[in-house]
């Protein structure tokens, strides 16, 4: 007579806390911090602060989720705070002399076409994201620099400035557009096929183009995503500031990606949420907001920012990394387009 041994209850119940704490980590270390820096400066959940942190924050939330779309595809976009710079130039030029409708539309629509150049490059020319959105920065920084003659450009029609910084029940309007878009993006990355469809070629693009995916088509769409996000970002920005100039911020690019890494989402492709690159924002968003309460000198600032993204570079992507190199050398160039492989994606990782 044999008996069955059942395996000790440990050996069931710590899988689960560690898939739990790899999953929700990320949401313990932003109320641990929040707790922290609220412990040292009371001051900072004043409703005056955290309206402030949403409308300096909004700008780069808004590239944030433009840039989560192109990491999950495989993809990255080093040209964000170059698009940003010129459509906040295209907003402030045009702003004063048309309605600002007009001109955030304008920059909105620069910010289109930047993408969509940035995805014909990467899938038509093949050229890898890295090379391609480093060498397009390169170029519309020029370009901005040439049309403005290295000047600002200031723009001095009040309502130009409302978007900026007008308040709705206290909230800056800026926030409120950067909570919509986060849901709207969070939502349609989730539940619509094209979500999915985001989710699979990351993962696996040739299995993804097998299976009857447009690969070229996500990806291009991916990056059109993120060059809207920074004409959204530059339009907000120049209605803030009440101008605009060439190079408005050329560190901008290392907080988006800080944001998108430190939230989770791997570098390898096919994994990441937008809910994640929110929760990275409010973590780089306290971090800082706490360093300025505490007088942090912003050299040690830029320190501690480098340490998080090595660190969450270590804990986060090193086992989708792995995952990513095996999937490449492990991939079989003979698989039939009749017999298209099963492909699994995650929405909510």
Known sequence: MTTAISPPASSRVLPKIGSFVRRYGVVAA?????????????????GGNLANILSQWAPVGIMGIGMTYVVITGGFDLSVGAVYSLCAVVAAGVGRTEAPVVAFALAI???????????????VLKVNPFIATLGSSLILAGVTLVVTGNRALVVSFA????LGSGRLAGVPYSGTVLILLMIVAGCILAYTPFGQSIYAVGGNSEASRLAGIRTSGVVTSAYVISGA????????????????????NPNLVFDVLTVVIVGGTSLAGGKGAIWRTAIGVGILATLQNGFNLLDVDAYYQNIIKGIIIIAALTQVNTGPLRHHLSRRTTADPGLSPAAPPVITTTTNS
């Open 30 to 46: 932003f109320l641990a911090l929040t707790a922290i820096i609220t412990a040292v400066q009371p001051g900072f959940l004043a």
């Open 159 to 162: 309502p130009f400035k409302e």
């Open 229 to 248: 996000c920074a004409g959204i970002a530059g339009a907000i920005t120049a209605s803030q500031l009440g101008s605009a100039q060439p190079n408005l």
């Open 109 to 123: 629509t620069a910010g289109l076409a930047a993408g969509a150049v940035n995805g014909i490059v990467v899938t």
